[in-house]
C-alpha cells in the first residue's frame, strides 16, 4: 500500500511519522518528504494495520489527513521520465559533470549494445579526447561530428545547470543524430509552400499539361531536369514531385549553385572531412547530399556548375558514392538529383560549356515550366492571389484589382514570369490606399508595361472573360499575319491546330473567315 500523509509543517514533526513507522516493523520501499508531504511505499502493509496506523498518525499534533494513493509523486516522475525517453527516436544520454553516464534512452542502449550508466564518455566514443573536450568546455559545444561505434553520427550536447547557483554545472545532455535527421530539420524550416501540386495555382491549359506530366514523373526514381525561364517557379515544381514521390516523408533539400563560388558550393553539396582546411568544423561536416539521405537532393540554375563540381556529380550519380572534401572514406547515399535551368544546357554542350555526359545523366526525365505570358487567365488569378498574401503581409485591409487592371496585366510580356508577377503586386498593395487597386496603382508600383496600355474602350471592360477574350483576339490577329496557317500559328501557341482554328472562326480572322 502506498500512503499520503498531509500535515502542518513544523520542527520535529517527521521525526515523529518516521519513528510511527518504524515501530511497526514495517518494509519500506520507499519514503518521499516534501514537506508538508511525506509518501510511503508499504507493500507488506495490511488493512489492520493500515487501520491501527491512521489513527496513530492522526494523534500526531499538525497532522491532518491520511490517506490512500496509487503511485507516489517520485515513482510517477520517473515513468514519465522513462516515458520521455522511450519515445525520443534519437539517442540521446545525461552524464555528470566529470563524464560519466547517468541514464540513456532506449535507443542509445540498443545502439550501444548494452546499458551505459556508470561508465565514462570516453569509453562511449571512438574519439577519446572527446570526452575531456566536452568537460573543459562545461558540455557547451557547436553540433559536431563524431564516431559512436563506427557510426558517424552529429553530436548536440546541453549543459544542465542546478541548484540555487544557476552557474553551478550539474551535467550535460547528450543527443545523437543521423545526418539525415539534422536535413529533416533544415527541410521542415525552409519549406513554406503549399504541398504537391496544390503550390501550383492556374488552370490554363499549359499548367494542367504541366501537372499531368508531373503526376508521372514524380513516381519514377530517376534524375529529372527542369527547364524554364526565371521566375516560372521551376522549385515550386520541384517540390510538389518530391511531395508527389515515395520519398515525400524524407528531406527535400535544395542549393543554388550559381549563388556559391565553386568551394563553398563544394563543401555545401559533399560536406567536408576532419580538418580539411583552416577553420573546419571539428569531426567535419556532412554535406547536403548526406543530410538528404533517402530524400531529394534539388540543384537550381544547374547550367552554372563549374566543370569540376560537374564532374564530381557525374561520378555521385554514376554510382551513389562521393568523397568529402579532404577525406579518403567512400560515402554512399540514396538520393534523388533534380536540377533545373533557365539556360540551354544542349547548346551549352554543343559549345563546350556543359559536359555532355552530366546533361545526358540529368535529362533522364525532363520538366518544361511555362513561361507566365502563355497561361492566359491564371495571371489573373494568381494576382488575385498574390494581393490577398500581401495585404495580409502588410497588414492592410484587403483590397482588389479593378477590372480596368486585366489588359493591362494579360498584355504584359512578364520577362520575370511570376515572380515579377508578385512584386508588382505587392508593391501596388503597399502603395495603393484605396480599396480598389487601378492601373495608376500598379504604374505608381514602377511596372514597365508601356507596350501593354489598355485603350479607351478597354478600360470598360467590366468582367474577367470580356478581358480575356479581347486579349486573345489581339493576340491572334498580330500572330496570324506571321504565322498564316493553323498548324502554323498552333505550333507557335503549343496548342492543337483544331483549337487554333476555332478561335480564328469565332473572332473572324482569316481568309476563310472573310469569306463566311
Given at each position: 500500500m502506498r500512503i499520503h500523509v498531509t500535515f502542518i509543517d513544523r520542527v520535529g514533526i517527521t521525526q515523529e511519522v518516521l519513528a510511527l513507522l518504524g515501530a511497526r516493523n514495517l518494509n519500506l520501499d520507499a519514503v518521499e518528504m516534501i514537506p508538508p508531504n511525506v509518501y510511503i511505499d508499504a507493500p507488506t502493509l495490511s488493512q489492520e494495520v493500515l487501520d491501527e496506523l491512521h489513527d496513530a498518525l492522526m494523534n500526531v499534533r499538525g497532522v491532518q489527513a491520511v490517506e490512500l494513493v496509487d503511485i507516489l509523486p517520485g515513482q510517477r516522475r520517473r515513468l514519465q521520465l522513462d516515458a520521455l525517453l522511450a519515445a525520443m527516436r534519437d539517442p540521446v544520454l545525461a552524464v555528470d559533470p566529470a563524464g560519466r553516464v547517468l541514464l540513456a534512452n532506449p535507443t542509445l542502449i540498443e545502439l550501444y549494445g548494452r546499458e551505459p550508466a556508470g561508465l565514462p564518455l570516453s569509453e562511449l566514443f571512438d574519439d577519446p579526447q572527446l570526452a575531456q573536450t566536452?568537460?573543459?568546455?562545461?558540455?557547451?559545444?557547436?553540433?559536431?561530428?563524431?564516431?559512436?561505434?563506427?557510426?558517424?553520427?552529429?553530436?548536440?550536447?546541453?549543459?544542465?545547470?542546478?541548484?540555487?547557483?544557476?552557474?553551478?554545472?550539474?551535467?550535460?545532455?547528450?543527443?545523437?543524430?543521423?545526418?539525415?535527421?539534422?536535413?529533416?530539420?533544415?527541410?521542415?524550416?525552409?519549406?513554406?509552400?503549399?504541398?504537391?501540386?496544390?503550390?501550383?495555382?492556374?488552370?490554363?491549359?499549359?499548367?494542367?499539361?504541366?501537372?499531368?506530366?508531373?503526376?508521372?514523373?514524380?513516381?519514377?526514381?530517376?534524375?529529372?531536369?527542369?527547364?524554364?525561364?526565371?521566375?516560372?517557379?521551376?522549385?515550386?515544381?520541384?517540390?510538389?514531385?518530391?511531395?508527389?514521390?515515395?520519398?515525400?516523408?524524407?528531406?527535400?533539400?535544395?542549393?543554388?549553385?550559381?549563388?556559391?563560388?565553386?568551394?563553398?558550393?563544394?563543401?555545401?553539396?559533399?560536406?567536408?572531412?576532419?580538418?580539411?582546411f583552416t577553420g573546419a568544423q571539428r569531426g567535419g561536416k556532412p554535406g547536403l547530399l548526406e543530410l538528404a539521405d533517402h530524400g531529394t537532393v534539388f540543384l537550381d540554375e544547374v547550367g552554372e556548375m563549374s566543370p569540376y563540381l560537374q564532374a564530381k556529380l557525374l561520378r555521385f550519380l554514376s554510382d551513389g558514392c562521393f568523397r568529402r572534401i579532404g577525406g579518403d572514406r567512400e560515402v554512399r547515399v540514396d538520393v534523388r538529383v533534380l536540377c533545373a535551368t533557365h539556360r540551354d544546357l544542349e547548346r551549352m554542350v554543343g559549345e563546350g560549356a556543359f559536359r555532355e555526359d552530366l546533361y545526358y545523366r540529368l535529362n533522364v526525365l525532363n520538366l518544361t515550366v511555362p513561361p507566365l505570358r502563355e497561361r492566359g487567365q491564371d495571371i489573373i488569378l494568381l494576382a488575385e492571389h498574390f494581393l490577398r498574401q500581401a495585404c495580409a503581409q502588410i497588414q492592410r485591409p484587403p483590397c482588389r484589382l479593378s477590372p480596368a487592371t486585366y489588359p493591362l496585366l494579360l498584355g504584359n510580356r512578364w520577362a520575370g514570369n511570376v515572380r515579377q508577377l508578385q512584386n508588382v503586386i505587392f508593391r501596388a498593395a503597399a502603395i495603393c490606399e484605396s480599396e480598389v487597386i487601378d492601373c495608376d496603382s500598379l504604374e505608381l508600383a514602377g511596372t514597365a508595361l508601356a507596350d501593354a496600355q489598355p485603350q479607351d474602350d478597354a478600360l470598360q471592360v467590366t468582367s474577367l472573360e470580356e478581358a480575356v477574350q479581347s486579349f486573345e483576339k489581339s493576340l491572334l490577329e498580330r500572330l496570324y499575319s506571321l504565322y498564316p496557317s493553323t498548324r502554323q500559328l498552333a505550333a507557335r501557341l503549343r496548342t492543337s491546330h483544331t483549337a487554333i482554328g476555332q478561335r480564328l472562326r469565332k473572332y473572324g480572322i482569316g481568309p476563310r473567315a472573310a469569306q463566311q
Open positions: 566536452l568537460i573543459d568546455k562545461g558540455f557547451r559545444l557547436p553540433m559536431c561530428e563524431v564516431s559512436f561505434r563506427g557510426q558517424a553520427l552529429l553530436l548536440d550536447a546541453t549543459p544542465i545547470s542546478g541548484g540555487a547557483d544557476s552557474s553551478y554545472l550539474a551535467g550535460g545532455l547528450l543527443t545523437l543524430y543521423p545526418p539525415s535527421r539534422i536535413g529533416e530539420h533544415l527541410a521542415s524550416l525552409h519549406h513554406d509552400h503549399a504541398e504537391g501540386l496544390d503550390a501550383l495555382l492556374g488552370r490554363s491549359a499549359v499548367l494542367k499539361q504541366l501537372k499531368i506530366r508531373l503526376r508521372k514523373v514524380a513516381s519514377l526514381d530517376a534524375p529529372l531536369l527542369i527547364q524554364g525561364e526565371t521566375g516560372t517557379g521551376k522549385e515550386l515544381v520541384a517540390r510538389a514531385c518530391h511531395a508527389l514521390s515515395a520519398r515525400r516523408d524524407a528531406p527535400f533539400l535544395a542549393l543554388n549553385c550559381a549563388a556559391l563560388p565553386e568551394s563553398l558550393a563544394e563543401s555545401e553539396l559533399f560536406g567536408y572531412a576532419a580538418g580539411a
